[in-house]
């Protein structure tokens, strides 16, 4: 061990410092506690002895600030005279190891030694067994952790809700909207929206976040997805041999199926009238009849509604009926398009970037500066839908996972952005060589001069002649309709 002897008589430090090399043991020897303490700072102890009754700086105090500094621990061992018992005991309770009467028993001493050294060793050992314990207990909450992410991601998956990202203020009180809607099972919802804006998913999530409901059927159906004869008994379901093309057996509704749960009637504007006062009555009675049958048959389901058309002119259009309204928008979110909330298109476009490519067995990187202008500034009609698609587009046709504005050329009216060029930087023009008229030049004139000469170059061809000007078909098209090219 290296140890600090501490004394103010010179024999004895002599002495013990002899002993105790003889022993094996490297020393170093101060003779009062403020000498003992600048040791102490500028070399690391395994063990000090130090006395007492000290000038200077006595034992007690020394102790006291030894036992302040933060680093590695080290014991100390009192002297003490007969009879300064008091002093002996001061110094247990600050912290020291042991105490020794004077004159010293090197018998004693050596025992007291071995017990630090054992000591020390424990400790040690405590200490790396401590850490150990720490690194292991971290690396399995790492990997507990992930595997919670893995299997919260594949629960929200297979929920329908793995896609529900909330970047923008808008969108958090849509769901704080949702939490309060989901508590009562007996209040309709109507979720209002563009189309992808994630109608679907809120209605999802609505059913979701109740407890008692969570585990409970969510049934889904979309009212423009029937003809007028099919979807009466999608929703009511039919008994045996009610119409031409029925099953033997009978069949549920999607309305029973949903029994102790949720049924989310998507585009409920393109429901027919007649369905519209069926439906009513369910709302008001909780029973229902099967096509063709005559039994009630009572349901306990929970109704959200999602329509991207305004269900007020249908009202006054008498396409949509007035008491059905307002019985199904009890409670109503509307949901804002993304061009209402800018400051989460780049946020879902890199989630989707990320999971797309991953499909993939590929990494995103990132996107160009000139790509997140864009990305920023479209309109995005179709949404977060949209913005999906098309990072899924990209996924399967780019190599690497760095996305420039080239690779966006194919989103339609891509140049209608401000400040947006997709024409491939590379092309190259004789512009230069052109050279302005004296007389005032018409621009729209020009212009229409120009495609009327592509196209004849391309015998008509509207693809070869967009990419020659470097637009989109779609603006091309647009161009030749207003001049009747």
């Not at 042991?98 to 025992?111: C, F, G, R, T």
């Not at 929200?156 to 809607?181: A, C, H, P, T």
């Not at 990187?365 to 990072?391: C, D």
């Amino acid at each position: 061990m290296n140890i600090l002897v501490i004394d103010d008589e010179p024999d004895i430090c002599l002495s013990l410092s002899g002993f105790l090399r003889r022993l094996g043991h490297r020393v170093e020897t101060a003779e009062n506690g403020a000498e003992g303490l600048k040791a102490f700072h500028s070399e690391e102890f395994d063990l000090i002895i130090t006395d007492i009754r000290m000038p200077v700086m006595d034992g007690i105090e020394l102790l006291k600030r030894i036992k302040t500094i933060e680093r590695s621990p080290v014991d100390v061992i009192v002297f003490t005279g007969h009879g300064d018992m008091e002093n002996a005991i001061k110094a247990l309770q600050y912290g020291a190891f042991d105490y020794l009467h004077k004159p010293v028993n090197v018998k004693e001493l050596a025992i007291t030694l071995e017990r630090s050294a054992e000591y020390t060793k424990l400790r040690n050992n405590y200490k790396n067994l401590k850490a150990e314990f720490n690194v292991k207990v971290n690396e399995a909450i790492h990997t507990c952790r992930g595997e919670a992410e893995r299997l919260r991601e594949a629960y929200l998956d297979e929920i329908g809700l793995g896609e529900l990202y909330i970047f923008s203020d808008g969108m958090r009180q849509v769901l704080s909207q949702s939490e309060k809607y989901s508590s009562d099972r007996n209040i309709p919802v109507l979720v209002e929206g563009e189309s992808g804006t994630g109608k679907e998913l809120i209605s999802r999530y609505i059913h979701h976040f109740n407890p008692d409901s969570s585990l409970a059927p969510f049934v889904a159906i979309n009212c423009g997805a029937f003809t007028e004869s099919l979807i009466e008994s999608e929703l009511f379901g039919h008994e045996k041999g009610a119409y031409t093309g029925a099953t033997r057996t009978g069949r549920k509704g999607k309305l029973e199926a949903a029994h102790g749960g949720s049924i989310f009637l998507d585009e409920i504007g393109e429901m027919p009238l007649n369905l519209q006062v069926k439906l009513l009555r369910v709302l008001e009675e909780k029973k229902l009849y099967r096509v063709g049958g005559v039994k009630e048959i009572p349901i306990d389901i929970r109704i959200i509604c999602a329509t991207n058309s305004d269900l007020k002119t249908a009202v006054k259009n008498k396409t949509f009926r007035l008491d059905l309204y307002y019985r199904i928008s009890v409670g109503n979110i509307r949901i804002p398009p993304l061009r209402a909330r800018r400051e989460a298109i780049l946020p879902f476009a890199q989630r989707f970037a990320s999971r797309a490519f991953a499909r993939h067995g590929k990494v995103f990187n990132n996107f160009s500066p000139e790509a997140e202008t864009f990305l920023k500034h479209y309109q995005w009609p179709g949404n977060v839908r949209q913005i999906k698609n098309v990072m899924d587009r990209l996924a399967l046709f780019k190599s690497n996972g760095f996305i420039d504005l080239q690779d966006l050329a194919f989103i339609d009216d891509i140049d209608s952005v401000p400040g947006v060029d997709s024409r491939d930087t590379n092309k190259q023009t004789s512009i230069d060589e052109l050279a302005l008229p004296e007389q005032e030049l018409n621009l729209e004139n020009l212009n229409r001069k120009i495609i009327s000469m592509a196209l004849k170059k391309f015998n008509g061809n509207q693809t070869k002649t967009a990419s020659f000007l470097g637009m989109t078909r779609r603006r091309l098209q647009g161009r030749m309709k207003k001049w009747d090219l």
